[in-house]
């Protein structure tokens, strides 16, 4: 038998992609194999699930307000809102400018998760 102290650590970091209509009350989500509270920048970028490079927004109380926060440091605790790791997540290269980039000859087709 394992022991609960034995258990690994698991965190589900729960996101949306506006562009791609995603519903903030039914977001998407991933697993990262460490406690929620030791969780960094690095590591969203390191096990997010999705190709391509992204700008990571966290949901986060500022006071009253409710706001996306911006992180620049890679190496901070990524910050949580309602006991959650909340993220809007926006492409770095839009998916229109992907298609672009595929020549006229290539089959155009996209996965949508």
């Known amino acids: 038998p394992v022991s609960s102290n034995m258990a690994k650590?698991?965190?589900?970091?729960?996101?949306?992609?506006?562009?791609?209509?995603d519903d903030l009350q039914i977001p998407n989500a991933f697993?990262?194999?460490?406690?929620?509270?030791?969780?960094?920048?690095?590591?969203?970028?390191?096990?997010?699930?999705?190709?391509?490079?992204?700008?990571?927004r966290f949901q986060y109380?500022?006071?009253?307000a409710l706001v996306w926060l911006d992180l620049?440091?890679?190496k901070v605790k990524?910050?949580?809102?309602?006991?959650?790791?909340?993220?809007?997540?926006?492409r770095k290269v839009k998916k229109a400018d992907l298609t672009s980039?595929?020549?006229e000859d290539e089959p155009k087709?996209?996965?949508y998760t």
């Open 9 to 21: 650590a698991f965190t589900l970091v729960f996101y949306i992609i506006p562009e791609d209509l």
């Open 31 to 56: 697993a990262i194999p460490k406690e929620k509270n030791e969780i960094t920048l690095t590591d969203i970028e390191k096990f997010f699930p999705l190709e391509g490079k992204f700008q990571f």
């Open 61 to 64: 109380m500022h006071g009253d």
């Open 72 to 74: 620049n440091n890679r």
């Open 78 to 90: 990524v910050p949580q809102y309602d006991d959650k790791i909340v993220m809007k997540v926006t």
């Open 101 to 103: 980039e595929l020549s």
């Open 109 to 111: 087709h996209f996965e």
